[in-house]
């Protein structure tokens, strides 16, 4: 198996992924962390000790980025182990283009919801009224909106994949 079949199944399970997020806003444990071990093991076949380091440390950035978004409220625990997933299988520096890729899919998905609601315009005055108070006052105190914007994170991760490894194979 030639190390470009890493890439092949780590997007299968992102589609995998994909269709659980979308149907449940969940991404279960029986599909995140046996796939972890499994790429974790397959770098083991591959390349050896080598091999593990190389998804572990994956895995870890993965795993520890997410995490760090996850106590500020910005992902969900699925989203955490499959992150982990996602580096297990191709490594520390692909782990990261799809990190950065993702939030910034998310970031344009957030804004293109949050300009069709209803709500939007006072939704973008409050945006900018905290804003211009956090600038202005220096305080870190902002105004709670009602409900947060949520939307599956799949949506932003699969087109992050895919343009993580545009960048890298071309």
């Given amino acids: 198996?030639?190390?470009?079949?890493?890439?092949?199944?780590?997007?299968?399970?992102?589609?995998?992924?994909f269709i659980t997020d979308i149907r449940s806003m969940k991404i279960p444990n029986w599909l995140t962390l046996p796939v972890t071990a499994i790429g974790v093991a397959a770098h083991l076949l591959w390349g050896?000790?080598?091999?593990v380091l190389f998804s572990l440390a994956g895995f870890a950035v993965g795993f520890g980025m997410l995490f760090l978004m996850y106590v500020i409220g910005a992902v969900g625990a699925g989203d955490v182990k499959l992150f982990g997933g996602i580096g297990a299988w191709t490594g520390f520096t692909f782990g990261i283009h799809v990190i950065v890729y993702s939030i910034l899919y998310a970031g344009v998905i957030g804004l293109v919801i949050l300009l069709f609601r209803r709500d939007a315009a006072k939704r973008v005055r409050t945006m900018a009224f905290n804003l211009l108070s956090f600038f202005k006052l220096g305080s870190l105190k902002?105004?709670?909106?009602?409900?947060t914007l949520k939307f599956p994170f799949m949506l932003a991760v699969l087109p992050g994949f895919v343009s993580s490894w545009i960048y890298v194979t071309v």
């Fill in 1 to 17: 198996m030639s190390v470009g079949w890493f890439y092949i199944i780590c997007g299968a399970y992102l589609l995998a992924a």
């Fill in 48 to 51: 050896g000790w080598q091999g």
């Fill in 142 to 147: 902002l105004v709670s909106q009602e409900k």
